[in-house]
Every structure is written in C-alpha cells, then in structure tokens.
C-alpha cells in the first residue's frame, strides 16, 4: 500500500515562476522516503496558464508492502 502528498506550489502573477524552490521541496520529501510521481499543472487561470503546480508524491506505508 502507499500514501499520497500533494504539495502546491504557487506562481508568481506576472512571472508564471514558482514562488518557491521546488527543487529543495523535492529533495527534502525524497530524504522522508517519498518520491515524485508527477508535476500537475492545471490550466486554470486566464489564457489557460496555470496559476499553481502540484507535485505528487508517494511512498510506501510503513509496515505494509
């Protein structure tokens, strides 16, 4: 069995750049056991450009294979 993370990132207004280092968010999941399944972002503001993206992250339950 596995459990799942979602962590959003917010991005900037004018930009469009993540307001946070995704790549430490990565890193610091990755050394608690998780690892990245995919990057979502939805096409949910104006001109179809996304606001926020999200990582999905899983790991395996402890105890539970």
Do not use: C, N
Request: hydrophobic share 40%; no cysteine; net charge positive.
């Amino acid at each position: 069995m596995y459990e799942y993370k979602f962590v959003r990132i917010q991005l900037s207004f004018f930009l469009k750049r993540p307001q946070e280092d995704y790549h430490w968010l990565i890193e610091e999941h990755a050394r608690q056991g998780w690892r990245l399944v995919q990057i979502f972002a939805p096409p949910i503001s104006g001109y179809g450009a996304a606001s926020y993206f999200e990582l999905v992250l899983e790991r395996s339950k402890s105890g539970l294979t």
